[in-house]
């Protein structure tokens, strides 16, 4: 073969496209939005965000009477007043009670639920889903009087149980649906290697599965906790006595025909506000993560 029919059969070299150049330090790149086209709406949506829970605290601190725009003199009579005289102590310690009792009976359940529709095939899996999934368009008001029967016929009535119950139904379809997504994004040949190792299926998942878990069922029991803690309906319908009320209808309470007392209602509203704020600011990291992961199919 001649020196010609080789350079013909070689392809030239492609040249490298050459990089684009950087901006200097403190420039912005031509594909770069202005840093007030970032700022201005962020700093919009948290004027109107932060100026509610303001106002509040606003009429929370300051005395009674008072128009002042800043919270001074400072005083917390407004808080010691719904804490003693108005039983806030008692509607707090119930709530976490309900709260807490429910986001345990809806994580186990929707874990075991959620773990069978991930691991296992059975002829009405799909109508079981689509269930799970229309139940969510049913208003819990509808339910209100089947519920109140049932409750009544089990002596349930005035109980903090039948709220937790009552609770619990209604958080789990969504929470066995999110559980069964995260279940599903965890390899299945973790759980047959651990079979293989001599482990059986409660072993393998318990060792294997459910640590890998922990951002779903974080997810899941927050906003079992978060809805429980918030939710007035039920408490209003199942609970007659003051001893067993909750925050929602005890922040209902101080609202009457003729008028409301601000200062107390402001208060009662930061009460029922900081352990919800507190609970997300510890588990932001996993809330997001439980949620991005357990909303899509893996």
């Not at 998942?205 to 640590?211: A, C, E, K, Q």
């Not at 409301?260 to 588990?283: E, T, W």
Request: hydrophobic share 55%; proline share 7%.
């Amino acid at each position: 073969m001649s020196v010609k029919e080789a350079t013909k059969t070689v392809p030239a070299p492609v040249p490298a496209t050459p990089e684009p150049p950087r901006p200097a330090k403190g420039e912005r790149a031509w594909d770069e939005a202005p840093r007030w086209q970032i700022y201005l709406p962020l700093g919009i949506y948290l004027i109107f965000t932060l100026v509610p829970f303001y106002w509040i605290l606003l009429f929370s601190l300051r005395p009674a009477g008072s128009t002042s725009l800043v919270p001074w003199p400072m005083t917390f009579d407004h808080f010691e007043k719904v804490w003693t005289e108005r039983s806030f102590g008692t509607y707090f310690t119930n709530s976490v009670l309900v709260g807490v009792a429910t986001l345990i009976m809806t994580t186990l359940v929707a874990l075991a639920g959620g773990y069978a529709l991930a691991r296992f095939d059975f002829k009405v899996k799909r109508a079981f889903m689509l269930g799970l999934l229309c139940s969510q368009f049913v208003p819990g008001a509808l339910l209100l009087v089947p519920l109140f029967e049932i409750f009544a016929e089990l002596q349930m009535i005035n109980s903090l149980g039948s709220v937790i119950l009552a609770e619990t139904v209604f958080q789990l379809p969504l929470s066995m649906i999110l559980i069964s997504n995260f279940i599903k994004n965890v390899p299945y040949s973790l759980e047959e290697a651990a079979w293989v190792d001599g482990c059986n299926r409660m072993t393998a998942f318990r060792i294997v599965v459910l640590p890998l878990l922990r951002p779903g069922l974080i997810a899941v029991g927050s906003f079992a906790f978060v809805h429980s803690w918030n939710h007035f309906l039920f408490a209003l319908m199942f609970l007659n006595n003051q001893d067993k009320q909750t925050i929602p209808v005890g922040l209902n309470s101080l609202m009457s025909a003729d008028s409301v007392d601000l200062g107390a209602l402001a208060a009662g509203g930061i009460i029922a506000a900081v352990p919800v704020v507190i609970v997300f600011a510890f588990i932001q990291k996993w809330l997001i993560t439980g949620f991005s992961a357990g909303a899509v199919k893996g």
